[in-house]
């Protein structure tokens, strides 16, 4: 055996445990295996003196042929579980002489692309949903001040009523005084005034209903601004819940990012292992 691959091949134990993961070990001359030390988990099953021809299609007959180092990433097709086998051509004069390769499990690797996709979609809907509840959230927000500014105008629109509430009072205040000295009048007519009588005495009925009715407009109009009142406070306070309840939304569709920013590098880390 030539010297090299010889001390290479004494050497395997020390490249297995150059490995933080376990891992196999297997060493080529340009002929067939000359070197197999199995993992702790991990065992390829092959056998010391196997022709490079029964192993053709695999990474280290790869990177013997071409003098390249080759690093592949295999299914569980060949040997019963996924691998990455990383495989260094051994020159001696400018000229292969053979081929060491390292062979770890997959399925953790496996596992965390797995985790890394699915957590990635699932932030990415999570994302959706909460920035659909913001801009929900946001247009609550701006109905209530609308509402707001509404009721405001409203209550504006009562303070008028009650000025024409006020003047309609006046009126009949002054119209059922009018009454009254006509009914004076009347009574100092005699026979003469009693058709005058009459009519001073309607014109204090209607005064005294017109009084009544504003009286109950305006106690209406007091319960619809107590009513205005109870609806600003409460859309204030729904306001100032939305509002925060938005920058709660946007704060987590921010957490959501770095998440799947992280789910990102984790596949990124991967592609970059391939």
């Known amino acids: 055996m030539n010297p090299k691959l010889q001390a290479i091949v004494d050497s395997i134990d020390f490249y297995q445990s150059t490995y933080p993961e376990d891992a196999c070990i297997l060493i080529f001359d340009t002929e067939k295996v000359i070197g197999y030390k199995k993992g702790r988990n991990i065992d390829l099953n092959i056998q010391l003196g196997e022709s490079v021809e029964k192993h053709h299609h695999t990474t280290s007959v790869r990177a013997l042929k071409s003098g390249k180092f080759l690093r592949?990433?295999?299914?569980?097709?060949?040997?019963?579980?996924?691998?990455?086998?990383?495989?260094?051509?051994?020159?001696?004069?400018?000229?292969?002489?053979?081929?060491?390769?390292?062979?770890?499990?997959?399925?953790?690797?496996?596992?965390?692309?797995?985790?890394?996709?699915?957590?990635?979609?699932?932030?990415?809907?999570?994302?959706?949903?909460?920035?659909?509840?913001?801009?929900?959230?946001?247009?609550?927000?701006?109905?209530?001040?609308?509402?707001?500014?509404?009721?405001?105008?409203?209550?504006?629109?009562?303070?008028?009523?009650?000025?024409?509430?006020?003047?309609?009072?006046?009126?009949?205040?002054?119209?059922?005084?009018?009454?009254?000295?006509?009914?004076?009048?009347?009574?100092?007519?005699?026979?003469?005034?009693?058709?005058?009588?009459?009519?001073?005495?309607?014109?204090?009925?209607?005064?005294?209903?017109?009084?009544?009715?504003?009286?109950?407009?305006?106690?209406q109009l007091i319960d619809i601004t107590n009513s205005i009142e109870y609806i600003n406070t409460y859309t204030n306070q729904i306001s100032t819940f939305t509002e925060e309840y938005t920058a709660s939304m946007h704060e987590m569709s921010s957490a959501y990012g770095s998440i799947n920013e992280m789910g990102e590098k984790l596949l990124e880390l991967d592609n970059i292992e391939k």
């Open 72 to 219: 592949e990433e295999r299914s569980a097709e060949g040997f019963g579980f996924p691998y990455i086998a990383s495989s260094v051509p051994i020159y001696e004069q400018g000229e292969v002489i053979g081929v060491v390769t390292g062979v770890i499990s997959n399925y953790r690797v496996s596992n965390m692309r797995f985790v890394a996709t699915e957590l990635s979609g699932a932030v990415e809907e999570m994302s959706a949903t909460t920035e659909q509840l913001a801009n929900a959230s946001s247009d609550v927000s701006k109905r209530v001040e609308e509402l707001s500014v509404f009721a405001e105008q409203m209550h504006k629109n009562i303070i008028e009523i009650n000025s024409i509430v006020g003047a309609v009072k006046d009126i009949a205040m002054h119209s059922k005084i009018l009454g009254l000295n006509a009914s004076i009048e009347a009574a100092r007519s005699g026979e003469h005034g009693k058709g005058f009588a009459v009519v001073a005495k309607e014109i204090q009925k209607m005064a005294q209903n017109s009084t009544d009715s504003a009286d109950k407009i305006a106690q």
